[in-house]
């Protein structure tokens, strides 16, 4: 095979990997908001909803390590928080690998916007984070 060949099925298999990344990322995702939403009916589905008052938000859906303590004391909403958040973190990763890939093909182009595209978005979810 010459070098072309293998640059052609390299691209091929990253492309494969980035599907497959982005196919169970979603799969992973929905499993585990589904399994928290069949939790917090069995917690919480038999009382009734107080709407006359409005409630905000608790820190558990604010911040990473909220939802962590809420997963380590069983607490549906955090489990349906995770699943959201593997959700957000899918096309992020599926960026990475898209820099990994163009990285290997030596594309300086597209390692420049990739990385500019990666570091936007990481540093929109990071710069205002309270741990």
Do not use: C, H
Not at 52 to 59: Q, S
Request: proline share 2%.
């Amino acid at each position: 095979m010459t070098t072309k060949e293998n640059k052609k099925m390299n691209d091929y298999d990253m492309e494969q990997l980035i599907g497959q990344v982005l196919r169970y990322g979603v799969l992973i995702s929905g499993s585990i908001a589904i399994i928290g939403g069949i939790w917090y009916l069995y917690q919480q589905g038999s009382g009734t909803p107080n709407y006359t008052t409005f409630n905000g938000e608790p820190a558990g859906y604010t911040s990473l390590t909220g939802i962590l303590k809420g997963l380590a004391q069983g607490s549906a909403s955090e489990i349906i928080q995770l699943g959201v958040l593997i959700l957000i973190a899918t096309p992020i990763i599926r960026i990475f690998f898209s820099l990994v890939s163009f990285i290997i093909e030596k594309d300086r182009l597209y390692i420049v916007i990739t990385s500019i595209v990666l570091f936007i978005i990481l540093f929109s979810m990071f710069a205002g984070l309270k741990v």
